[in-house]
């Protein structure tokens, strides 16, 4: 099967591919921020939250619901600073993505990934990677919410957590963009063979 990489390039894309993985799956799982409420094991991300509250009319109190779910619309998540997260971490990660599917396509497909390419496809996940980054500095801006002060003991306010924990999405979400950042956009630089010249 012919390839369009070098062996730095078949290193590059499954290091992309990688990346790329560990940044969505940070970026989906409601894991971002832990705390408790009622009792109760509370976690957000930016646009999933689990456990909630809700009013039980048969008790006249309020109770704990225990599922994971997505907000019931854009405008539910509990602060602009986490809708620009959304959408400035989900670009992100779309374009690690891309650029990831796109360097494994060029292990078996031969001319898809010359070096122009291959550098145009770093910049790319650098700028994925930034997106990414901006928006994990952009989250903590969204902890002086009334959900989440309800969560971390009403103490929680910008850059300060309170009660509550970062979890380990977080931490995998930036994980993933600062290596699409340092290690795939050099690694990106050296992908592509020289493209053939031909006489006609």
């Known amino acids: 099967m012919a390839s369009s990489l070098t062996c730095t390039g078949v290193i590059w894309a499954l290091l992309s591919f990688l990346c790329a993985a560990t940044s969505c799956v940070g970026f989906f799982m409601p894991y971002w921020l832990w705390g408790s409420q009622l009792g109760k094991p509370v976690s957000f991300g930016t646009f ?47 374009l690690l993505l891309l650029v990831a599917l796109t360097a494994l396509m060029g292990c078996c497909v031969s001319e898809l990934i010359s070096r122009t390419v291959g550098r145009v496809a770093g910049g790319i996940q650098f700028l994925g990677g930034l997106l990414i980054g901006a928006g994990c500095a952009l989250y903590p801006l969204g902890w002086d919410s009334e959900e989440v002060r309800q969560t971390c003991g009403y103490i929680s ?44």
């Open 157 to 200: 306010g910008q850059f300060d957590l309170g009660k509550c924990e970062i979890g380990w999405a977080y931490y995998c979400t930036g994980a993933g963009a600062t290596a699409a950042m340092l290690l795939c956009t050099w690694l990106a630089c050296f992908s592509g063979k020289k493209q053939k010249h031909y006489p006609y």
């Open 48 to 94: 999933r939250r689990c456990s909630y509250p809700v009013h039980d009319e048969s008790r006249q109190m309020m109770v704990m619901v225990e599922e994971c779910g997505r907000y019931a619309s854009f405008q539910g998540i509990p602060s602009a600073e986490w809708r620009i997260c959304t959408i400035v971490t989900g670009l992100g990660c779309g």
